[in-house]
């Protein structure tokens, strides 16, 4: 299964494409252009369904979507602070910033796609079926 995540936006979105076991694809995409980039993620990734946080703008996003693709929404609690590890896992601190509690460090990029992936993942672990 290969699915497509959003962490919804007013200005921007996170969006992560995800097998069940591993994160293919994560970037941050302006809200008006969502639905056009996410065709274009269709055609080339061919995923089966769209999962949206339940949070900020996602019945708009929901409705957006909902006529061209399957979706399903998921509780998006906590998941910045989740995304914020993440992005520090895959690009931890360097030099002096490796001596600040993880808890203080902000990242200087938007951490949009890393929610995605932490949404996106929350859904596989809860609908996983061996």
């Given at each position: 299964m290969i699915i497509l995540a959003i962490d919804p936006g007013?200005?921007?979105?996170?969006?992560a494409?995800?097998?069940?076991?591993?994160?293919?694809?994560?970037k941050v995409y302006k809200s008006t252009s969502l639905k056009d980039k996410i065709k274009n993620l269709a055609?080339?990734?061919n995923f089966n369904l769209v999962v949206v946080g339940n949070g900020t703008y996602s019945k708009y996003f929901i409705n957006l979507l909902e006529k061209?693709?399957?979706?399903?929404?998921?509780?998006?609690?906590n998941s910045t602070l989740e995304g914020r590890k993440l992005y520090f896992y895959y690009n931890p601190p360097v030099g002096l910033k490796k001596f600040i509690l993880?808890?203080?460090?902000?990242?200087?990029?938007?951490?949009?796609?890393?929610?995605?992936?932490?949404?996106?993942?929350?859904?596989?672990?809860?609908n996983h079926t061996t």
């Open positions: 007013k200005s921007k979105c996170g969006v494409i995800l097998s069940e076991d591993h994160c293919i694809y994560r055609d080339t990734y061209d693709y399957e979706v399903k929404t998921i509780d998006e609690s993880k808890g203080l460090l902000s990242s200087s990029v938007d951490i949009d796609d890393y929610v995605a992936e932490v949404i996106g993942k929350r859904y596989i672990d809860k």
